[in-house]
């Protein structure tokens, strides 16, 4: 599995948390559509003004959707 890059060179299977760049690096999706995931997916974190995504929340719930 090819890792996903971000800025920093950090891959993104060692954050807890990304932004909505990260996120949509993660989901290799558009924005908007990354922002939609994220909230389905209760993984919405907000620290200030600051808006970042639970990367574990996002891949339990993308695994839940491919189950059959």
């Known amino acids: 599995m090819q890792k996903t890059m971000i800025d920093n060179d950090f891959e993104v299977e060692n954050k807890i948390t990304v932004d909505i760049n990260g996120l949509q690096q993660l989901l290799?999706?558009?924005?908007?559509?990354?922002?939609?995931i994220g909230e389905q997916a209760g993984a919405v974190i907000r620290i200030?003004?600051?808006?970042?995504?639970?990367?574990?929340?996002?891949?339990?719930?993308?695994?839940?959707m491919t189950e059959v």
């Open 48 to 64: 200030g003004r600051r808006k970042l995504y639970n990367v574990d929340k996002v891949k339990a719930y993308m695994n839940k």
């Open 28 to 36: 290799s999706i558009g924005r908007n559509s990354a922002a939609t």
